[in-house]
């Protein structure tokens, strides 16, 4: 559209004649010239040099030839708009290439083109001409620290998506080896007992309560199995394997926490039941994980408590300390989304955040079917 109006407008100033025509020319050469710079107006944001080209060295022969008439609308507003252009949407060295021919045309334009040579004209246009250089100077500045804050923004947050990835596939990586022992438990478990039941086969009671174990411990066994079988698993398959604790080393947990400095203390309430292996080392794994953070984290804490419900609904954890997190000390958050990982898997739920009035509190409900 701009490229269109200074196509009419230019050919009307050079046919009417507007008064901002001026000197002498021919009336189709001027039009050629109206029309070419016209064309090269289309492609001023993506060829600005060439553009910039077009405007000012046919301004500067034709003119100074004597064979053009000296145009406002159809050569000086194109030479305006493509110094814009070549300043705004130049890449590389072309804004400065652009700014060199603006430059040189213009003082060869002052010096033999008399109607150029008025003090007042020369104050207007280089004026014009150089606020519309700084213009499109200062707009590709803006553009360009925009598009970088852009990419800054997508790389911090392709850099958190993997962190959270990684820490994701860490911590699923090692609840697939503690399934190995959880499994390889139960396995034994029904071993020993059908070894039991051909031993006592003549006892009908003993060789139906070894059977019944049988069972229980299958059906578990293939629960966690179920759970897991989308969980990544580590190719090393010789990796050490270690006995894996429960809920009973919570009272351990405590006391190690409490030996290293940290003031914890521990409330258990309800009647404890039996938990099935998973969500037994699930609840370990949960306070282990929390008293970690508040060692990290938690600066200036002068009491933490640990919490372990045994409710009809399930078992509910908790961790809560009255300490502040300090800047720069708030790590990666790889070890909530683990614990929410854990919590998940077993369909349960988490909630982690600021404490009133102070502190931090973890609250972690998993799931218990009752027997």
């Given at each position: 559209?701009?490229?269109?109006?200074?196509?009419?407008?230019?050919?009307?100033?050079?046919?009417?004649?507007?008064?901002?025509?001026?000197?002498?020319?021919?009336?189709?050469?001027?039009?050629?010239?109206?029309?070419?710079?016209?064309?090269?107006?289309?492609?001023?944001?993506?060829?600005?040099?060439?553009?910039?080209?077009?405007?000012?060295?046919?301004?500067?022969?034709?003119?100074?030839?004597?064979?053009?008439?000296?145009?406002?609308?159809?050569?000086?507003?194109?030479?305006?708009?493509?110094?814009?252009?070549?300043?705004?949407?130049?890449?590389?060295?072309?804004?400065?290439?652009?700014?060199?021919?603006?430059?040189?045309?213009?003082?060869?334009?002052?010096?033999?083109?008399?109607?150029?040579?008025?003090?007042?004209?020369?104050?207007?246009?280089?004026?014009?001409?150089?606020?519309?250089y700084a213009l499109g100077t200062w707009q590709r500045v803006m553009a360009n620290q925009a598009a970088l804050a852009r990419q800054q923004a997508i790389d911090a947050q392709v850099q958190a998506a993997a962190r959270t990835a990684q820490a994701i596939l860490e911590e699923r990586t090692r609840m697939a080896r503690e399934l190995h022992d959880v499994v390889a438990h139960a396995m034994s478990v029904i071993v020993v007992q059908a070894g039991a039941a051909q031993l006592v086969s003549d006892d009908e009671d003993e060789v139906r309560r070894s059977l019944e174990t049988i069972?229980?411990?299958?059906?578990?066994?293939?629960?966690?199995?179920?759970?897991?079988?989308?969980?990544?698993?580590?190719?090393?398959?010789?990796?050490?394997?270690?006995?894996?604790?429960?809920?009973?080393?919570?009272?351990?947990?405590?006391?190690?926490?409490?030996?290293?400095?940290?003031?914890?203390?521990?409330?258990?309430?309800?009647?404890?039941?039996?938990?099935?292996?998973?969500?037994?080392?699930?609840?370990?794994?949960?306070?282990?994980?929390?008293?970690?953070?508040?060692?990290?984290?938690?600066?200036?804490?002068?009491?933490?408590?640990?919490?372990?419900?045994?409710?009809?609904?399930?078992?509910?954890?908790?961790?809560?300390?009255?300490?502040?997190?300090?800047?720069?000390?708030?790590?990666?958050?790889?070890?909530?989304?683990?614990?929410?990982?854990?919590?998940?898997?077993?369909?349960?739920?988490?909630?982690?955040?600021?404490?009133?009035?102070?502190?931090?509190?973890?609250?972690?409900?998993?799931?218990?079917?009752?027997?």
């Open positions: 559209m701009i490229a269109l109006a200074v196509l009419v407008v230019g050919l009307l100033e050079v046919w009417v004649p507007f008064v901002s025509r001026e000197g002498d020319g021919n009336l189709w050469l001027s039009s050629a010239q109206v029309v070419i710079v016209a064309a090269a107006m289309v492609v001023r944001r993506t060829r600005p040099l060439i553009a910039a080209g077009v405007a000012f060295i046919l301004f500067s022969g034709l003119h100074i030839a004597g064979v053009t008439y000296l145009l406002f609308y159809g050569q000086f507003v194109p030479m305006v708009l493509t110094t814009f252009a070549v300043a705004r949407h130049g890449k590389g060295r072309e804004p400065y290439l652009g700014a060199a021919l603006i430059i040189g045309t213009m003082l060869v334009g002052d010096l033999l083109v008399p109607e150029l040579q008025v003090p007042d004209e020369i104050v207007f246009h280089w004026s014009v001409l150089f606020g519309a069972r229980l411990t299958g059906a578990e066994a293939l629960g966690e199995m179920r759970r897991f079988v989308t969980m990544l698993r580590d190719q090393d398959e010789t990796a050490l394997r270690v006995p894996q604790p429960g809920l009973a080393a919570v009272t351990q947990l405590v006391d190690d926490a409490r030996d290293s400095g940290l003031p914890v203390t521990l409330a258990v309430h309800g009647t404890p039941r039996g938990l099935p292996a998973g969500i037994d080392l699930a609840a370990s794994r949960l306070v282990q994980e929390a008293l970690t953070n508040v060692r990290r984290h938690a600066t200036g804490a002068a009491a933490v408590e640990v919490t372990v419900d045994h409710a009809e609904d399930g078992l509910h954890l908790g961790v809560r300390d009255d300490g502040i997190s300090v800047a720069g000390t708030t790590g990666s958050d790889h070890g909530l989304i683990g614990m929410r990982e854990r919590v998940e898997l077993y369909g349960g739920s988490l909630r982690a955040g600021p404490a009133d009035p102070r502190g931090f509190l973890g609250e972690a409900v998993l799931p218990v079917e009752r027997s």
